[in-house]
């Protein structure tokens, strides 16, 4: 289906964009000038928007394939609020687009027969509504029903949302002003999945022999933001050693590493030091020695899912059994607190096949199960060769992400993070359950954005909270390994100017 606009006035463009997108996923959306020809295939909407007397009117029609009449299916006139300056007042502003967002939004429904579990919230972070709304003392009914009817959520989704709002704000209530989190980034893996859209290298051929200089680059940067925290009197409450896979890396590097952060930084304040251990591939007896060995006291081993065709068709170049023996591994060394990640909708699995990897997990009893699903990325070779795989419906993935509440409720977890991307299927949602007391600070304050998070690597980007004037500043490390390596110092400056 191709989707057709007529604007008159700019005003809401993207507004409309955003929520057409929702209901059309790739297909094609075309601003015009004119109507489209009588034969066209689609619907066409046509919208008209102006300030006018202070109040901003818009109408709205709708035209579907060579339905003739262009139906008009909205007209309003909201009333405007101005400052001193003679501007629209800022939430005057956003209540006006957010009721033009609702307008598009009921029409596309009715057009095309489809609710979206989410409405109108197209953000990544949906539960800062509810900390705000929390924050105003809204109680439970009032919140659950502006979700519902402002933003149009499924009656599911505001309660899911609710709750992971409500347990969110048991880790977010102990943030200072001092504590922040560390993100450090080794950008390799062994081979690429495809979905992929991270900054990660081969460890084989011309990047492989470049991870020495790496990890010397980083403990460069290692070194100069410890003079940073030492300066502002920082905290470090969670520490996270992402990627990539930094198991992917030789164990005597990983330890020289973990060593070197540790007699770098004051960890006393530290509550959750999290490495992903990532791919099975990555993991053997002597590199989780080495992680044991450190202060490291939360390990992720993601198997995306436990069916082995489906490994083999994402890149994958290990088994189910692998995931089990590694997972079995790490618990008879005494790690006593892994999280687990699977999708929803790769490619060519059904609905059985997602229930086998949740009942594979079960018996695993990891401490938490983070549910992602599938977000087709620009950068990623799935999305270069769509064609050649077979992805779910948005029916099926909404199918899907159902199962995953009962499995997490009897391996005795409950929902704690969540947050949505752009491009997953169904438009639906990544969520993160926890048995009770298993919750990732770091994973909490990365999506709820309440602490500064200084972030260390290739293409990490640090984030500065200044939770007084609701503003976050941003610094990027460049992406390249090469770049990174040749301009480490530069990445520190980035990092002081921004915190001093
Ligand atoms: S393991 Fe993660 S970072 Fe590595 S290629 Fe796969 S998706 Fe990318």
């Known amino acids: 289906m191709i989707l057709y606009i007529k604007l008159e006035g700019q005003e809401f463009k993207y507004q409309i964009e955003d929520v057409a997108r929702l209901f059309l996923c790739d297909e094609e959306i075309i601003f015009c000038e004119n109507e489209p020809p009588e034969d066209f295939g689609g619907i066409f909407l046509s919208g008209s928007f102006g300030m006018q007397s202070g109040r901003a009117v818009f109408e709205l029609g709708i035209k579907e394939n060579r339905a003739g009449r262009l139906n008009c299916l909205s007209s309003m006139a909201i009333p405007l609020v101005y400052d001193a300056c003679g501007q629209i007042e800022h939430e005057n502003r956003k209540a006006v687009r957010r009721i033009v967002k609702k307008e598009i939004y009921r029409v596309l429904s009715e057009c095309t027969g489809k609710k979206m579990p989410w409405g109108i919230l197209t953000g990544i972070r949906p539960a800062k509504i509810v900390h705000e709304l929390m924050e105003k003392n809204m109680p439970r009914e009032d919140i659950l029903n502006t979700l519902t009817q402002y933003y149009m959520l499924s009656e599911d989704k505001a309660v899911l949302l609710y709750e992971v709002a409500c347990t969110e704000r048991s880790i977010l209530e102990k943030t200072t002003d001092d504590l922040i989190s560390l993100y450090i980034g080794i950008p390799f893996c062994t081979t690429r999945c495809v979905y992929c859209s991270f900054t990660s290298n081969p460890t084989g051929g011309k990047y492989g022999a470049m991870v020495g200089d790496y990890i010397k680059a980083l403990k460069a940067e290692i070194s100069g933001v410890r003079e940073l925290i030492r300066?502002?009197?920082?905290?470090?409450?969670?520490?996270?050693?992402?990627?990539?896979?930094?198991?992917?890396?030789?164990?005597?590097?990983?330890?020289?590493?973990?060593?070197?952060?540790?007699?770098?930084?004051?960890?006393?304040?530290?509550?959750?030091?999290?490495?992903?251990?990532?791919?099975?591939?990555?993991?053997?007896?002597?590199?989780?020695?080495?992680?044991?060995?450190?202060?490291?006291?939360?390990?992720?081993?993601?198997?995306?899912?436990?069916?082995?065709?489906?490994?083999?068709?994402?890149?994958?170049?290990?088994?189910?059994?692998?995931?089990?023996?590694?997972?079995?591994?790490?618990?008879?060394?005494?790690?006593?607190?892994?999280?687990?990640?699977?999708?929803?909708?790769?490619?060519?699995?059904?609905?059985?096949?997602?229930?086998?990897?949740?009942?594979?997990?079960?018996?695993?009893?990891?401490?938490?199960?983070?549910?992602?699903?599938?977000?087709?990325?620009?950068?990623?070779?799935?999305?270069?060769?769509?064609?050649?795989?077979?992805?779910?419906?948005?029916?099926?993935?909404?199918?899907?992400?159902?199962?995953?509440?009962?499995?997490?409720?009897?391996?005795?977890?409950?929902?704690?993070?969540?947050?949505?991307?752009?491009?997953?299927?169904?438009?639906?949602?990544?969520?993160?359950?926890?048995?009770?007391?298993?919750?990732?600070?770091?994973?909490?304050?990365?999506?709820?954005?309440?602490?500064?998070?200084?972030?260390?690597?290739?293409?990490?980007?640090?984030k500065v909270v200044y939770p007084s004037e609701n503003r976050i500043e941003r610094a990027f490390n460049v992406k390249s390994l090469e770049d990174y390596i040749s301009r480490v110092e530069e990445m520190i400056e980035r990092k002081k100017e921004l915190l001093i």
């Open 231 to 462: 300066e502002r009197g920082y905290k470090i409450q969670s520490l996270y050693i992402g990627g990539g896979t930094p198991t992917a890396i030789q164990s005597g590097l990983l330890k020289e590493l973990l060593e070197f952060i540790e007699e770098t930084f004051d960890l006393s304040h530290l509550e959750e030091y999290t490495l992903e251990a990532g791919r099975p591939d990555t993991i053997d007896e002597e590199k989780l020695k080495v992680i044991k060995d450190s202060k490291v006291s939360r390990i992720s081993i993601n198997p995306q899912t436990m069916n082995d065709e489906t490994l083999k068709v994402i890149g994958r170049n290990h088994t189910s059994k692998d995931i089990i023996n590694a997972v079995s591994l790490a618990r008879r060394m005494g790690f006593d607190n892994i999280n687990m990640d699977v999708i929803i909708g790769l490619p060519g699995e059904s609905p059985e096949m997602f229930e086998n990897t949740l009942q594979q997990i079960a018996e695993l009893k990891p401490e938490s199960l983070t549910v992602h699903t599938m977000a087709i990325k620009r950068a990623s070779k799935l999305n270069e060769e769509k064609e050649q795989y077979r992805l779910i419906s948005a029916d099926e993935a909404s199918y899907m992400i159902d199962m995953a509440p009962k499995y997490a409720s009897d391996m005795g977890m409950v929902p704690y993070y969540l947050y949505r991307q752009k491009n997953m299927l169904g438009n639906l949602e990544n969520i993160g359950y926890c048995k009770p007391g298993s919750e990732s600070i770091y994973n909490i304050q990365i999506m709820e954005e309440k602490q500064t998070i200084i972030a260390l690597g290739a293409g990490a980007i640090t």
